[in-house]
T-cell receptor, first 109, second 114 residues
Framework: GQNIDQPTEMTATEGAIVQINCTYQ??????LFWYQQHAGEAPTFLSY??LDGLEEKGRFSSFLSRSKGYSYLLLKELQMKDSASYLC??????????WGAGTKLIIKP | IAGITQAPTSQILAAGRRMTLRCTQDMRHNAMYWYRQDLGLGLRLIHY???????GKGEVPDGYSVSRANTDDFPLTLASAVPSQTSVYFC?????????????FGPGTRLTVL
């Protein structure tokens, strides 16, 4: 079956670095997406990886290892506004997204 | 308007009633999607449309129907609502015809079926 696993909740301190992990099993693979979702709002796109390696975009970076079925989202210089849920989604062979339940990130001052 | 709009923002509905959730985008995107989001679960695809005039079933299509008469609109209908359809419903769109494009989400409709 298809499955996306990510931690339910993480806590980090303002100014620090946090890594949110995601493991995936999809029927075929057409890439891995990360979205941010603030409470009561819509998901917004953060990153897309289809090749192995690290993609850096400002304070946020995303890593993919296709051989391990593994990705992580790295957030640096954490700000209070980064408190949100982070959704990992794998795209299967039918180009449909299989979503994880999300990781709620709590930032403490 | 810019982006995707959904209506209503929230709704409380009696079981057995018919309900249509509206979704409109002004980005001229080809593909559109309906998801439901439930606590503790990932977003689940209900129906999708890769281009105007075509629709397809997602992971959880039972009890829902869609139509795509034009590029901009993609309504979702619950023919006879049941309490298990209580959820937050998100409409999304992407520029291409269902490939690896980024999906852009509307603000959501919070539906409660009693």
């Amino acid at each position: 079956g298809q499955n996306i696993d990510q931690p339910t909740e993480m806590t980090a301190t303002e100014g620090a670095i946090v890594q949110i992990n995601c493991t995936y099993q999809t029927s075929g693979f057409n890439g891995l997406f990360w979205y941010q979702q603030h409470a009561g709002e819509a998901p917004t796109f953060l990153s897309y990886n289809v090749l192995d390696g690290l993609e850096e975009k400002g304070r946020f970076s995303s890593f993919l290892s296709r051989s391990k079925g593994y990705s992580y989202l790295l957030l640096k210089e954490l700000q209070m506004k980064d408190s949100a849920s982070y959704l990992c989604a794998g795209m299967d062979s039918n180009y449909q997204l299989i979503w994880g339940a999300g990781t709620k990130l709590i930032i403490k001052p | 308007i810019a982006g995707i709009t959904q209506a209503p923002t929230s709704q409380i509905l009696a079981a057995g009633r018919r309900m249509t959730l509206r979704c409109t985008q002004d980005m001229r995107h080809n593909a559109m999607y309906w998801y439901r989001q439930d606590l503790g679960l990932g977003l689940r695809l209900i129906h999708y449309s890769n281009t105007a005039g075509t629709t397809g079933k997602g992971e959880v299509p039972d009890g829902y129907s869609v139509s795509r008469a034009n590029t901009d609109d993609f309504p979702l209908t619950l023919a006879s609502a049941v309490p298990s359809q209580t959820s937050v419903y998100f409409c999304a769109s992407s520029p291409g015809t269902g490939g690896t494009d980024t999906q852009y989400f509307g603000p959501g409709t919070r539906l409660t079926v009693l």
